[in-house]
């Protein structure tokens, strides 16, 4: 990919994304930032993200209703609700094969394994059953 010039726009969104912790839509973002420029559309926010996706800078977690971004691109793991489609992180020590999967997998592949992403579905505390 070309190196693209940072716009202040795309580095405001690329801030606010990596200050907050709640898994953004482009939709949340945007209206968190609509009032510090009145310009920014909803098109350019989508724009933007996907070019930091694809940068390297952000990632994108897809599940139930629209996606969700995420400012961490270190490895982690990420739990999505299965009724609200929040998505939340998920900590907790990995175990050793899971460091092992790429390389697994590559040796039942014909092509190239480049990584691999590991996501939970459950139902966050908001949503769980009460007892």
Same mark, same amino acid.
């Given at each position: 990919?070309?190196? &693209? +010039?940072? @716009?202040?726009?795309?580095?405001?969104?690329?801030?606010?994304?990596? $200050?907050?912790?709640? =898994?953004? *839509?482009?939709?949340?973002?945007?209206?968190?930032?609509?009032?510090?420029?009145?310009?920014?559309?909803?098109?350019?926010?989508?724009?933007?993200?996907?070019?930091?996706?694809?940068?390297?800078?952000? &990632? +994108?977690? @897809?599940?139930?209703?629209?996606?969700?971004?995420?400012?961490?691109? $270190?490895?982690?793991? =990420?739990? *999505?609700?299965?009724?609200?489609?929040?998505?939340?992180?998920?900590?907790?020590?990995?175990?050793?094969?899971?460091?092992?999967?790429?390389?697994?997998?590559?040796?039942?592949?014909?092509?190239?394994?480049?990584?691999?992403?590991?996501?939970?579905?459950?139902?966050?505390?908001?949503?769980?059953?009460?007892?």
């Amino acid at each position: 990919m070309q190196q &693209q +010039k940072f @716009s202040r726009q795309r580095e405001e969104i690329l801030r606010e994304l990596r $200050a907050r912790k709640d =898994h953004p *839509t482009a939709e949340t973002l945007y209206l968190s930032l609509k009032d510090r420029f009145p310009a920014l559309s909803l098109a350019t926010v989508y724009r933007n993200l996907s070019q930091l996706c694809e940068a390297g800078l952000a &990632q +994108k977690i @897809s599940g139930k209703g629209a996606d969700h971004f995420d400012g961490v691109t $270190a490895a982690h793991t =990420h739990l *999505t609700c299965s009724a609200c489609g929040s998505v939340f992180d998920l900590e907790f020590p990995a175990p050793p094969c899971l460091g092992q999967l790429d390389d697994l997998a590559a040796r039942n592949f014909a092509g190239t394994v480049h990584g691999h992403r590991l996501q939970f579905f459950g139902l966050c505390p908001a949503c769980s059953p009460k007892p």
